[in-house]
């Protein structure tokens, strides 16, 4: 559910930084791509930030920004292939979301906000609560 929620949120990063909710069917893939990125990064971090020390998280909120930001771009040029017959270049916008999450201005606001994602994914994880899932 965590990655479910956060991915959501993170998907109005790159949608509202490139123009993406142009229309309601791009709207959907980006929302779809923020989804399932979310989803899939909150499942590769879960074994390393539940239980970890705080240095440990902060690495994984770090590395946790480009990850995210390749399997969105990844997914987004997909879901555009298939549904906007838009260029099929998936690695291409992986690596170009993954390289400008980094070394943007606006990398001064994510690189916080991803390690205070993680965190709180680790909260999520840590609470005891047995039905608390990371995806």
Not at 14 to 30: A, D, I, Q, R
Not at 54 to 73: D, E, K, M, N, R
């Amino acid at each position: 559910m965590f990655g479910v929620v956060s991915g959501l949120i993170w998907s109005l990063v790159p949608g509202t930084l490139n123009s993406l909710f142009t229309s309601p069917k791009e709207t959907t893939v980006v929302i779809v791509s923020g989804l399932v990125s979310g989803v899939s990064t909150s499942f590769a971090l879960r074994s390393h930030v539940s239980g970890a020390r705080s240095l440990v998280t902060v690495i994984a909120g770090v590395v946790a920004l480009p990850l995210g930001a390749f399997v969105f771009g990844f997914l987004l040029s997909i879901l555009q292939w298939v549904f906007l017959a838009q260029a099929f270049t998936p690695f291409s916008i992986g690596f170009q979301y993954a390289l400008f999450s980094m070394i943007s201005i606006f990398a001064i606001v994510l690189w916080p906000l991803s390690v205070l994602t993680t965190f709180l994914l680790r909260a999520v994880l840590n609470s005891g609560n047995k039905d608390a899932k990371a995806a």
